[in-house]
Nanobody, 116 residues
């Protein structure tokens, strides 16, 4: 069984930076992609950034140029470097892992709060 453990959330002032980490453990194989989603209060969960097995990335428009997703295959870990944070980036950030057989795993979420 695959588990995802996120870390790195917290409180930061607008303009600051945070780095999120997501470590996968368990029977890991045939990973198609890993990504980060976020859910702001009163809103639906949305994709933030995603990286596939070839390290191709895609980003939501609001974070392009500010966020960078990367992965360390040896550590089965994906990172999200968030710079120039804005108050609208506030939310719970969830790590996601998708396999080539369309099986998905979610982390428990980590809260990011950006104050003005």
């Amino acid at each position: 069984q695959v588990q995802l453990v996120e870390s790195g959330g917290g409180l930061v002032q607008a303009g600051g930076s945070l780095r999120l980490s997501c470590a996968a453990s368990g029977s890991i194989f045939a990973i198609a992609a890993m990504g980060w989603y976020r859910q702001a209060p009163g809103k639906q969960r949305e994709l933030v950034a995603r990286i596939d097995s070839r390290s191709s990335t895609n980003y939501a428009d609001p974070v392009k140029g500010r966020f960078t997703i990367s992965r360390d295959n040896a550590k089965s870990t994906v990172y999200l470097q968030m710079n120039s944070l804005k108050t609208e980036d506030t939310g719970v950030y969830y790590c996601n892992l998708a396999t080539t057989t369309d099986f998905e795993v979610w982390g428990q979420g980590t809260l990011v709060t950006v104050s003005s």
